[in-house]
């Protein structure tokens, strides 16, 4: 039962006592009269807590409470925590309920939530929790709220902790959901099902499951495409349409749990003036990068770089600790409150709602020593972290350039090293949120807003580049001549931005989005929305 449900049943109990009591009854002095009404039934109807009226948002409390009450509780052991799973038996009135307090405390715009939908309308918690967002509008068409997503908790865990994910091993960048529709491979995982099936960055997608991917409307095709590009579980096979170069390349791709690698190309360029600049590319702020980007910038220190690009085009964010590291190995003492001191500067503040209690948490520093997150090949915790003690550094960007990533940005600027900002407009999310399992889901909910040491944190509309450059399709990541790298190390050169070559006839020349499992959005609509 619901608290709500239980002061119902109170009440019923109260007043049956006091018409017994106030009735007379068959003894004492009253003279046995009739009670006044009708005595509650001896077997009241039951009733459905699902369809009970919503609690009142004064009186939900703390949502931990209502966590891990669950209408379906999962039985065994959890394999990430080694620990049987917390499920309790309860209702999906519960789950909704968890969902709702959870909101109501935490959500940064919790005062800007809808009331005009009541949870006995709802069968699924997922559903609900979408409802649990601001309506408001940066501008006409864009929503303050993009970041609203869930995760299957198990996948999830696979993801964070061990960076995989179930899927064929491709990101695709999106003109839109909407036909006519033009969707490009831009990074295909080494050794996953499409790097096997020999899929390409650059390839277009046209046909899913023998449907014409570009132009279909009708529900039964859209729903094959979703089927073909979403697969619900591994072994699912499909086949894909691709065009490159105008022709037509037909490939089977297997769902598989797929390990991607976030740090990938370390390698070191010469330019002009006897500068040796350092590049990798960083895909994602997940527990495995920890390992992977010490290694990488140890080698770049170990090569006497005294420039780097890092180019996080598509890292659409993650640990928000990660990023402090990382941001510590490019500025070094920069970062660090005086040389030598372990203290560093303001990384970041978490600014939350007004009902949230401020504590020291609230504050991220520079992280000079590695967290030590549990991750195969694990970094021991406390390991002092290497730096390249840079007092500028390039990024590369695009719409997929996203929340840590873009935190490494602000953070930087706000300890006065110099981050120039090659690509295009970065995705413009200045807020973070803490994973909340419940019931074999994780939900996101925006909690905080981030600025840096300077109090600066208002990019909702993200960085804008310093050279403007669209992604560059027709070469691979790490290439030197591919046009946001080639820019990059021609700006260390000259300081100026060159123009970008014509001849990059695959470059997107129109705002894109990365395609992303959790981005609900970005799935194939037979309509528009």
């Known amino acids: ?296 910038f140890s080698d770049l220190k170990s090569k006497n770089v005294n420039d780097l690009v890092i180019d996080m085009r598509y890292n659409g964010g993650g640990l928000l600790y990660m990023a402090a590291e990382l941001a510590y190995m490019v500025a070094g003492e920069r970062a660090m409150v005086a040389p030598g001191n372990p203290t560093g500067k303001v990384f970041e503040r978490l600014q939350y709602n007004n009902k949230v209690i401020p504590d020291a948490r609230d504050t991220v520093y520079f992280k000079r020593t590695a967290e030590g997150f549990a991750a195969p090949n694990q970094i021991t915790p406390g390991t002092v972290l290497p730096t390249l003690n840079l007092p500028r550094v390039t990024i590369l960007t695009t719409e997929g350039t996203c929340s840590a990533s873009e935190a490494v940005i602000n953070a930087l600027r706000g300890v006065d090293v110099q981050v120039d900002i090659v690509g295009s407009q970065t995705c413009g999310k200045p807020y973070g949120f803490t994973p909340v399992p419940n019931c074999g889901t994780t939900y996101f909910s925006i909690e905080f807003k981030g600025v840096n040491a300077k109090g600066v944190g208002d990019y909702a509309q993200g960085f804008a580049p310093t050279c403007a450059v669209a992604d560059d399709l027709t070469r691979e990541l790490g290439d030197r001549n591919e046009a946001l790298l080639a820019t990059a190390l021609k700006h260390r050169e000259t300081g100026t931005c060159p123009t970008q070559p014509s001849a990059v006839a695959m470059s997107l020349a129109q705002p894109r989005t990365l395609v992303r499992k959790h981005v609900s959005e970005l799935k194939i609509y037979s309509r528009p929305r």
């Open 1 to 296: 039962m619901t608290t709500s449900l239980r002061l119902i049943c109170a009440a019923v109990v109260a007043a049956s006592a006091l018409a017994a009591c106030g009735g007379g009854g068959g003894g004492g002095g009253g003279g046995g009269g009739p009670i006044a009404g009708n005595p509650p039934p001896s077997n009241p109807a039951p009733t459905d807590p699902n369809k009970a009226p919503d609690p009142d948002l004064a009186t939900l409390g703390d949502p931990f409470a209502y966590q891990n009450r669950c209408e379906t509780p999962r039985t065994g052991i959890d394999p990430y925590t080694g620990q049987a799973y917390p499920d309790k038996q309860g209702t999906l009135r519960d789950e909704l309920t968890f969902l709702r307090a959870w909101s109501n405390t935490y959500y940064l715009w919790y005062n800007e939530i809808p009331t005009d939908f009541k949870m006995a309308d709802f069968t699924d918690p997922v559903a609900y929790f979408d409802k649990l967002k601001t309506p408001v509008e940066l501008a006409p068409g864009v929503p303050k709220d993009r970041f609203h997503f869930t995760y299957d908790s198990a996948e999830w865990d696979k993801l964070s902790t061990e960076g995989i994910e179930m899927g064929y091993g491709v990101t695709w960048s999106s003109s839109g959901p909407t036909a006519p529709r033009t969707w490009y491979a831009t990074t295909v995982e080494p050794g996953s099902p499409a790097a096997q099936q020999g899929l390409r960055r650059g390839d277009r997608l046209t046909v899913v499951d023998g449907v014409d991917f570009v132009n279909a409307t009708d529900e039964a095709s859209v729903a094959k495409i979703n089927a073909g590009l979403f697969p619900s579980k591994i072994g699912e096979q499909h086949s894909f349409t691709v065009t490159r170069a105008g022709i037509a390349v037909p490939v089977t791709l297997t769902a598989q749990d797929v390990k991607a690698t976030p740090v990938k190309n370390t390698q070191t360029f010469d330019i002009a003036g006897g500068r040796r600049v350092g590049y990798l590319t960083f895909d994602n702020h997940t527990a495995v990068a920890e390992r992977q980007l010490i290694d990488a």
